[in-house]
């Protein structure tokens, strides 16, 4: 059974940071390549950060540079730590976790959500 738990979000100041954590069950963590996506009020869902099984990262033009994406082995996590922020990051964030991928894969951050079969339930993210 996959499960994806996130956590870390809340109200922040402009200009101030975040750490997103998203917890992956152990017999998933090893095999998925992990986005976070965003969906902020009256806009589709969209990705912001990839990782994949390789190592490599991307990013939304919109984060680079502000977002990076990480995982700690020791603890089955995935971080993604937001700094810079600014009113428009202001939305609902989700991890997705994505088997049976190769190791280079996503490719880029716009990856389409349908591409990933298992979803945390969301943390807000609130920058005023």
């Known amino acids: 059974h996959v499960q994806l738990v996130e956590s870390g979000g809340g109200s922040v100041q402009a200009g101030g940071s975040l750490t997103l954590s998203c917890v992956i069950s152990e017999d998933t963590y090893g095999d998925a390549c992990m986005s976070w996506f965003r969906q902020r009020p009256g806009k589709e869902r969209e990705g912001v950060a990839g990782?994949?099984?390789?190592?490599?990262?991307t990013y939304a033009d919109s984060v680079k540079g502000r977002f990076t994406i990480s995982r700690y082995n020791a603890n089955n996590t995935v971080y993604l730590q937001m700094n810079r922020l600014n009113p428009e990051d202001t939305a609902m964030y989700y991890c997705a976790a994505k088997r049976l991928c190769d190791r280079f894969y996503p490719r880029r951050a716009s990856v389409p959500p349908s591409d990933f079969g298992y979803w945390g339930q969301g943390t807000q993210v609130t920058v005023s």
């Open positions: 990782l994949a099984r390789g190592g490599g990262t």
